[in-house]
């Protein structure tokens, strides 16, 4: 069996898939990747399939070996990646061999980062995924954050060259699309008016559950409790604080306070990113303009998967990646 030894890692690395489907009636949070984009063209870049599962990381990675020789990608965004004290990339994928040490630095302008490897994270599956729910101890390696000393075991890699991005995965810089509701006539227009109209900040007070947002206080005229009911990624709850909160993958599958709105799909990894102490802007779109949207980021990931190109590459064509 193949083993990956973490000797240093940052405070909060679990292990992801695509998430747990299909239990939210049951009590049971999706979890999976905050950035799934990320996520899939991690994957995607040492020959993994969709599912496999792989390490998410947060501000800082780590340094890691191997047992047997395997590929290995990092994504997320810009980051500092050393082979062995020999400078490499992200969006780009090499070889990690026995008696190799990989170090991953911090993030710059980004929060989540990916670590993939060939033939994936081989940890049990809990109620049909291997992500880590931290809330509840599901999953993953554990159900914890990992940290320094573990071992984690992979599974057997298919044969692939080392590929890279033929251009950068870039993030749009329009404002948070949001959808009204499900509570939103819990609001006057004034206060809807607020959100659309004035900046929020990223609060440091963030995690894999949520994320709250400082900025002008949201008041609900109806009140700020209801009875619960169901929550999806990207619920924009609003407590009795006025303080926004957004719904991530680790979010609650009921709750008792309102939501004035919904993040759209196509733009929680991206609010997901936001460094805190960043502000961001609302905008609302309808329903079937964002499913537009997530069409169309779905087709354009397609695209860029379908194109990867082996190494080696020419080091003056990398692009900037854009956060």
Not at 103 to 116: F, K, Q, T
Request: aromatic share 6%; charged share 20%; net charge neutral.
């Amino acid at each position: 069996m193949i083993f990956l030894n973490i000797q240093q890692i940052g405070p909060m690395a679990t292990v992801q898939d695509l998430g747990r489907r299909g239990l939210q009636h049951a009590g049971v949070s999706g979890s999976g990747p905050m950035d799934m984009p990320s996520f899939r063209i991690a994957n995607a870049l040492v020959g993994n399939e969709p599912m496999s599962a792989a390490l998410e990381f947060a501000g800082v990675g780590g340094s890691f070996t191997v047992t047997q020789p395997v590929r290995f990608a990092v994504t997320g965004g810009d980051v500092d990646i050393r082979l062995d004290g020999t400078k490499v990339y992200p969006w780009e994928s090499y070889d990690l061999l026995p008696g190799m040490t990989l170090a991953i630095g911090a993030l710059r302008d980004c929060v989540w980062g990916y670590l993939a490897l060939s033939g994936g994270v081989d940890v049990t599956p809990v109620l049909g995924s291997r992500s880590t729910h931290l809330g509840t101890g599901l999953g993953g390696h554990e159900g914890r954050r990992l940290q320094a000393g573990d071992h984690l075991p992979l599974g057997e890699a298919t044969a692939s060259a080392n590929l890279a991005l033929r251009q950068p995965w870039r993030r749009s810089a329009r404002p948070i699309q949001v959808i009204y509701g499900p509570q939103d006539d819990y609001f006057s227009a004034d206060v809807k008016e607020t959100l659309l109209g004035t900046p929020f900040t990223v609060s440091a007070r963030r995690d894999r559950m949520a994320q709250m947002l400082d900025g002008s206080p949201i008041r609900a005229v109806a009140g700020h409790d209801i009875v619960s009911d169901g929550t999806r990624p990207g619920s924009i709850q609003v407590p009795a604080s006025g303080r926004l909160l957004v719904l991530m993958a680790e979010r609650q599958t009921a709750g008792g306070y309102p939501k004035i709105a919904t993040v759209a799909s196509v733009d929680l990894p991206r609010l997901a990113q936001v460094v805190s102490g960043r502000a961001i802007r609302f905008a609302r779109v309808s329903q079937e303009r964002a499913e537009e949207l997530l069409i169309g980021e779905r087709q354009a990931l397609r695209g860029i998967l379908a194109n990867l190109v082996a190494k080696p590459r020419n080091d003056n064509q990398r692009g900037e990646i854009l956060h």
